[in-house]
């Protein structure tokens, strides 16, 4: 069996290999039995939720299967968002969590994220004792009787989370006006729920989820609909999730849209000014726009980067002891309030701004102007070294000299698909789109198609 794990969890088509209900079943067993090995108890508790996907049920009904074979107690919560599932385990005292969700992918996909007991992600180590097990025997736990595991459908789980999420909000939304957009996933039930007993007046896009339509043209990863709908209703903010809700794209009054570097340079900024950002730090990811790098740098505040994926932002965040970060995707982790991403939570976090500023979003939004950027995805047969492509390090050094600090390049393997990808940023359009091109005709020219 090859690597099933990766940077999120397992995913992929769902029915298909390797996301098959007998997987799912086999890592139902092999996910307790690890459990029980490494917390010592005889008795172990899982949380299991899911988002809109029409395969949910199918992966879910075969993974608590297994699960309750081996001897765990299984809470089921139905549709919920990805961090409702980790804030669960933590207050459930559960040994483990499993979300069945591919995110922002569309219905067709789905996939298995485990977090530990703290609400975090699981353990690589614990994730390679897994994959171990599922390629050995199955030595699994087998009992019956009344030591069989136990079902319990937690019909609690959607007002619990909305009350730990309001926790972190401690104003009235009165007056304002919220669009949100929540992509026929996750949060269709409980982000209108939870602006509407905050007080806002509440325009609800995609909230409508029949199994195949999640992520479809709405959400986090298409929030142009949203963007001309937040001007026509006269909407202070819109909101925009994504299938799972651990993302956040925001819309300003103007019809703006507003990725995740603005959020972090707006609450970045805010928080620093209150001497609640702790180091005087942000990480994000090489992709961040340098204009995020200066709206932070004005008013002192350092930004570390860290390779795409936002395991790797919360790795770098727990490093250093931040406890601001995310990525221009939305993924943004606020470590003062929850383990993991929350597309609901980062928005209250905006509206907290907003409410202790008096400033409209687009005022906020004003301190981050950013540099263009051109990002070209070349289809390669191979991934070598991008370094031992001929001339390619040269040309890229040398444009690079040309730039100096008003911009730069960046170039990587997608880690899914056999694509380069090219990233350039800097100050003028014209130039940089010249340089993305000449860089990514070399790598076609050298790995390309043929």
Not at 37 to 60: A, Q, Y
Not at 193 to 202: K, N, P, S, T, W
Not at 257 to 266: E, H, Q, T
Request: charge should be neutral; hydrophobic fraction near 40%; include cysteine.
């Amino acid at each position: 069996m090859g690597r099933l794990f990766g940077t999120d969890g397992i995913r992929g088509l769902a029915n298909e290999e390797p996301l098959t209900t007998e997987l799912a079943f086999r890592l139902g067993r092999q996910l307790v039995a690890t459990l029980l090995e490494h917390h010592g108890l005889p008795k172990v508790r899982l949380v299991v939720g899911r988002d809109t996907r029409l395969s949910g049920p199918m992966i879910e009904g075969a993974l608590v299967s297994g699960a309750l074979s081996a001897g765990g107690d299984v809470f089921t919560t139905g549709v919920l968002p990805t961090p409702g599932i980790a804030y669960l385990t933590r207050s459930l005292e559960a040994q483990g969590g499993v979300v069945l969700s591919a995110s922002h992918n569309p219905f067709q996909d789905n996939g298995i994220k485990i977090f530990s007991s703290e609400g975090a992600k699981f353990p690589d180590a614990w994730e390679g004792e897994i994959e171990a097990r599922l390629a050995d025997g199955d030595r699994a736990p087998k009992p019956t009787g009344s030591a069989v595991g136990r079902l319990v459908h937690y019909d609690r789980a959607e007002s619990d989370y909305i009350a730990k999420v309001r926790q972190t909000f401690p104003y009235d939304l009165g007056g304002l006006i919220v669009a949100l957009d929540c992509a026929h996933g996750a949060t269709y039930r409980v982000a209108p729920r939870l602006f509407r007993a905050l007080g806002a007046r509440v325009v609800v896009l995609a909230a409508r989820p029949d199994g195949l339509n999640i992520n479809h043209h709405s959400g986090a990863m298409h929030p142009e609909r949203l963007a001309r709908r937040v001007p026509m209703v006269g909407a202070h903010v819109g909101l925009a999730f994504d299938g799972d809700g651990d993302r956040l794209i925001a819309v300003d009054e103007r019809g703006e849209i507003r990725d995740g570097d603005y959020a972090l340079a707006i609450c970045g900024r805010h928080l620093g000014a209150g001497r609640r950002l702790k180091g005087d730090v942000v990480v994000t990811t090489v992709m961040a726009n340098l204009g995020l790098d200066r709206a932070l740098g004005e008013k002192g505040i350092r930004s570390v980067k860290t390779q795409v994926g936002d395991r790797y932002v919360l790795e770098e965040m727990l490093r250093v002891g931040a406890s601001l970060g995310g990525e221009q995707s939305g993924h943004l982790l606020f470590l003062d309030h929850a383990p993991t991403g929350d597309g609901i939570l980062s928005a209250l976090q905006l509206l907290t701004v907003m409410r202790e500023t008096g400033q409209p979003f687009s005022a906020l939004a004003a301190c981050l102007t950013k540099f263009p950027q051109v990002l070209v995805n070349v289809a390669v047969r191979e991934k070598p070294a991008l370094a031992s492509i001929p001339g390619l390090a040269e040309r890229q050094a040398a444009h690079e000299t040309q730039m100096g600090p008003a911009g730069r390049i960046l170039l990587r393997y997608s880690g899914t698909e056999n694509l380069a990808r090219v990233m350039v940023e800097g100050e003028d359009r014209t130039h940089i789109e010249t340089i993305a091109a000449e860089l990514s005709g070399i790598i076609k020219q050298a790995i390309g198609p043929r």
